[in-house]
């Protein structure tokens, strides 16, 4: 049932430099092979976005990249519109307002067709407004501030590809501790999920989360929870007492399920990454040099320099550091 | 060996209307038979920011309050200056600059004086800075955020009433959920109390705490956390799952000691309060009348109707309300 993924990204993902988290996206939908479909419906600016995201899709080695923009809920039912959708690998939602988008999206043939994008296989996701409406309960809009207060946000009905929880987004920048906590204050069934900025959590198997990006995902399990949520004044700052907190950065992965931390990988900066790959180069040639028999280490060694001669971009190096002398 | 309470006061307690927080440091240092003491030496305005307070206590009923106030750590040695707090039964620290107040103060005879008074039996406390310095390990400044990053803060030493804890300030408002955990994911035993603005965490027996004011007070409990705060890099954000999160309003009661809530009762608003005490003094009245045997319902109505026109100041009522027709 879940064969798809879910991205929800924070905001404000880079676009130029250090693309992780878009660079992510484009890797879950299939590389260079991928179909992206972007919705920019809960942006004003639908139509400048949808070419914003374009650039930056077809710069990451994307072919196919089509824009799908309902502006009203009455052409979400439109056949044309809804087969764009029909051999997507990836379906990107861009900011905005997530009440313009659900309400236009949400029960609709396109609906529909994003869902069985998702069962087919695709990922599914997007920033910001795009985020917050992947789950069933959805943030619709709210306050800032660090502590829960009664009546500080309010509900309304996402897409529904992912139960028991509630997406939050650009948590730590517009400072939203306090409403993502009086939502699941009200409702301690609901998982409390907020996405930093330029950082996405990734839903895989319908229940694994991986974080990727430059920020952290935090996590509310009101599990335990003891609120007075279900009779605290108006704006009065609510009793939340007992919850589980994770705060993950980039590498860690977490269990929907069963709301239990599974481990922590450090992600290895791509600088480490390029080095690894070339000391493995290396190996391979000393392995196909051992197969071939003319081989000793002080052999490798010379050879190694020779090598090193035609490649006169690379910085020079002290070859001692390969030599057994 | 805890006599006294102390009393941490998260920053911007109101002074002038609903001054419910510095009404409860009156009440706990005594009333109007306090004695109180205010050290300002965390202030640059420390001349100025006594006689507010002076002005606010006097204002709440205290009869005696003396300024204590070294502006070196050399005059924290002065015996004369220490021997001003022999008989207070309120010390009050002000706001401002925390390691300022703590490396003037700690450690020297002043510090040792601050200790007996609390264990003597007096409330020792203050806002801010003068609540930060109540612990043994004090946050000395950081930067704000809602996600904890490596080194975003720095520990120092506090006069430390209070072992096992750390205290921050300004809490919600100054968005400082990431120094909080920040500290803790370095330091899990570390319990870590944020306080609101013009809020109070007020800890009696040395162990129990109570909520009062404004705002809330958040309780950060790293038990069971998993970190890497011991390997991730300077500004990386940091692995914090699992900790165990209580934000308590007013009215709310957690034993520090064994990091449980225990119980929030509804603080009943100062105009109900009012009125309860109204009636109570009319059931006084009714109680006398019929001991003095000459009552019924309706004679009792009468006379409160005459009593009324005695005291014209207050509102008409419908003495059908009372009446038993």
Same mark, same amino acid.
């Not at 484009?26 to 972007?38: K, Y």
């Not at 920033?127 to 800032?144: C, E, K, N, R, Y």
């Given at each position: 049932?879940?064969?798809?993924?879910?991205?929800?990204? /924070?905001?404000?993902?880079?676009? +130029?430099?250090?693309?992780?988290? +878009?660079?992510?996206? *484009?890797?879950?939908? @299939?590389?260079?092979?991928?179909?992206?479909?972007?919705?920019?419906?809960?942006?004003?600016?639908?139509?400048?976005?949808?070419?914003?995201?374009?650039?930056?899709?077809?710069?990451?080695g994307v072919s196919t990249v089509v824009a799908?923009?309902?502006?009203?809920?009455?052409?979400?039912?439109?056949?044309?519109?809804?087969?764009?959708?029909?051999?997507?690998? /990836?379906?990107?939602?861009?900011?905005?307002? !997530?009440?313009?988008?659900? &309400?236009?999206?949400?029960?609709? $043939?396109?609906?529909?067709?994003?869902?069985?994008?998702?069962?087919?296989?695709?990922?599914?996701?997007?920033? &910001?407004?795009?985020?917050?409406?992947?789950?069933?309960?959805?943030?619709?809009?709210?306050?800032?501030?660090?502590?829960?207060?009664?009546?500080?946000?309010?509900?309304? *009905? /996402?897409? /529904?590809?992912?139960p028991g929880m509630v997406i939050d987004q650009?948590?730590? !920048?517009?400072?939203?501790?306090? =409403?993502?906590?009086?939502?699941?204050?009200?409702?301690?069934?609901?998982?409390?999920?907020?996405?930093?900025?330029?950082?996405?959590?990734?839903?895989?198997?319908?229940?694994? +989360?991986?974080?990727?990006? =430059?920020?952290?995902?935090?996590?509310?399990?009101?599990?335990?929870?003891?609120?007075? %949520?279900?009779?605290?004044?108006?704006?009065? $700052?609510?009793?939340?007492?007992?919850?589980?907190?994770?705060?993950? $950065?980039?590498? &860690?992965?977490?269990?929907? %399920?069963?709301?239990?931390?599974?481990?922590?990988?450090?992600? *290895?900066?791509?600088?480490?990454?390029?080095?690894?790959?070339?000391? #493995?180069?290396?190996?391979?040639?000393?392995? =196909?040099?051992?197969?071939?028999?003319?081989?000793?280490?002080?052999?490798?060694?010379?050879?190694?320099?020779? @090598?090193?001669?035609?490649?006169?971009? #690379?910085?020079?190096? $002290?070859?001692?550091? *390969?030599?057994?002398?």
């Open positions: 049932m879940h064969a798809g993924s879910l991205f929800a990204i /924070g905001g404000a993902e880079a676009k +130029l430099r250090r693309r992780n988290v +878009l660079r992510a996206f *484009v890797a879950e939908a @299939g590389g260079a092979d991928a179909r992206i479909v972007v919705i920019p419906t809960a942006s004003s600016l639908g139509v400048e976005v949808v070419e914003v995201y374009r650039a930056v899709f077809t710069a990451l799908v923009r309902p502006e009203s809920r009455a052409e979400s039912y439109d056949p044309d519109l809804v087969a764009r959708l029909d051999d997507a690998t /990836g379906i990107f939602m861009t900011g905005g307002n !997530q009440l313009k988008l659900s &309400s236009f999206v949400t029960g609709t $043939p396109l609906g529909a067709a994003i869902h069985q994008a998702y069962h087919r296989g695709a990922v599914v996701g997007g920033t &910001s407004a795009g985020a917050s409406i992947l789950s069933d309960h959805m943030i619709a809009f709210g306050s800032g501030g660090s502590t829960p207060k009664q009546r500080m946000s309010q509900l309304a *009905v /996402g897409l /529904g590809l992912i650009h948590f730590e !920048q517009r400072n939203r501790y306090g =409403r993502l906590m009086s939502i699941v204050a009200q409702s301690p069934s609901l998982l409390g999920v907020g996405v930093d900025e330029d950082t996405a959590a990734v839903v895989r198997q319908g229940h694994l +989360l991986e974080v990727v990006g =430059r920020g952290a995902v935090t996590v509310v399990d009101g599990s335990n929870l003891t609120s007075n %949520a279900y009779t605290a004044k108006r704006t009065a $700052p609510l009793l939340f007492s007992g919850a589980t907190l994770h705060v993950l $950065p980039a590498g &860690s992965h977490f269990d929907l %399920a069963t709301r239990t931390f599974v481990r922590h990988v450090t992600p *290895v900066p791509p600088d480490e990454v390029r080095e690894v790959q070339a000391a #493995e180069a290396d190996l391979r040639r000393l392995a =196909r040099d051992i197969a071939s028999d003319d081989v000793s280490p002080a052999n490798y060694a010379r050879r190694l320099r020779r @090598g090193r001669q035609h490649r006169p971009s #690379e910085e020079a190096q $002290p070859t001692a550091m *390969v030599d057994p002398q």
